[in-house]
């Protein structure tokens, strides 16, 4: 008899888990957005509407037996799923992959796809009528966002601002040198060790001139400001204790081999766990490995001993357009900087939309 696995959560890591047991149960994946988005590609379909369709995967091509429902989570339990529409599903196993949210345009804020393009095309429409643009935050989304317009406007005149003194700490210094090198060569001013005494008037993503002052007694006057910084992780539907008991960071505890704690059959994947390791999609799609093989051993009838073994060198790649940016990847004599061109070959040239198109069966259409 097929055992049911809920799949809760259609990001990297949910996909993943859902693709890799299609054929081994029957998936359930949950998800209310109506195709999975390669949010790593946000970016440049905000610069670049004409290449926007790259960072949509419908979910109908995902799963060959299993069925998607487009609804949102509101109570997990050890049996299984309820959903915002009243709707049951029972379930077999759980996974738990409704990752994190992040602020507009590093995540679209619509739910389907027509609206969330129209939200991108409306973004550029404004970015492109605007001389300065204020970025607050100089973590990887806000560096990634500056490279990308760069690169389609080379006239504007871009400025990030952080409270932080240092550029991705943590990071070796070889790679923070090349990062400065090439936001200097591309005319970025960095305003770091300072934050705005209060918001600028104007929306996000809306363009009107406006000044604010620094917390340095400076003033920034600029045309378009964008927000790139904030995670918040996604566990609303866990809030009732039914199943869990959350973090203070309202993540889930999980075990070695990404079980939630106190369970056999519920795991994790993603932002959501309690793993000491940065939040990359890249780790979530490790983890749904780790998950996708637990679970297939224990529908044999196995004892499930994958274990996930959390990052311990950290990990980056950063672009700046197609062909700029900057990279740090682990290697068995430490943490190995990257050029420029690696970080192009692996992630900035296409932002893994041809890695995305062959999971989802679209290659080559």
């Known amino acids: 008899m097929s055992r049911t696995v809920a799949v809760i959560g259609g990001g990297y890591g949910g996909a993943a888990v859902a693709k890799a047991l299609d054929s081994e149960a029957d998936v359930v994946l949950i998800d209310p957005r109506d195709a999975f988005v390669n949010v790593a590609g946000s970016l440049r379909a905000l610069a670049r509407p004409d290449w926007a ?83 607050l935050g100089a973590g990887p989304v806000g560096l990634e966002l500056a490279g990308e317009i760069r690169e389609v406007w080379p006239d504007k005149e871009i400025t990030v601002v952080d409270p932080a003194e240092q550029l991705l700490p ?3 210094p070889e790679l923070r040198d090349d990062l400065h090198r090439q936001l200097d060569a591309q005319e970025v001013r960095l305003r770091l060790g300072t934050r705005l005494t209060v ?26 400001w964008f927000r790139a910084h904030g995670l918040r992780i996604n566990s609303d539907f866990l809030a009732d204790g039914r199943l869990t008991t959350r973090t203070e960071q309202g993540q889930v505890p999980v075990t ?79 943490p190995n900087v990257v050029t420029s061109d690696t970080v192009s070959a692996y992630k ?4 893994f939309t041809g890695r995305f198109a062959e999971m989802f069966g679209t290659a080559g259409s």
């Not at 749904?288 to 679970?295: C, G, K, T």
């Not at 196995?302 to 990847?329: K, S």
Request: net charge negative; glycine share 12%.
């Open 199 to 224: 918001p600028p008037a104007t929306e996000p993503g809306r363009a009107g001139t406006f000044t604010v002052a620094t917390g340095n007694g400076d003033e920034i006057t600029a045309d378009i």
């Open 256 to 334: 070695g081999t990404l079980r939630v704690r106190g369970h056999d059959h519920v795991y994790a994947v993603g932002d959501l766990t309690d793993l000491a390791e940065a939040k990359r999609a890249g780790y979530a799609m490790q983890h749904a490995e780790v998950v996708a093989r637990n679970i297939a051993a224990q529908l044999r009838g196995e004892t499930p001993q994958a274990v996930y073994e959390p990052a311990t060198d950290p990990m980056i790649l950063l672009p700046l357009g197609t062909r700029g940016g900057v990279g740090q990847l682990p290697s068995p004599d430490g």
């Open 53 to 135: 369709d790259n960072a949509f995967f419908p979910f109908d091509t995902l799963l060959a037996r299993g069925e998607v429902i487009r609804d949102r989570a509101v109570s997990v339990d050890p049996e299984g799923v309820t959903l915002a529409s009243g709707r049951r599903v029972d379930a077999d196993y759980l996974v738990l992959a409704t990752g994190s949210s992040y602020s507009y345009p590093a995540n679209p804020a619509s739910d389907a796809t027509a609206e969330a393009l129209d939200d991108l095309r409306r973004s550029h429409k404004e970015l492109d009528g605007a001389e300065r643009v204020l970025i």
């Open 170 to 172: 943590g990071f070796e």
């Open 348 to 351: 900035g040239g296409d932002l």
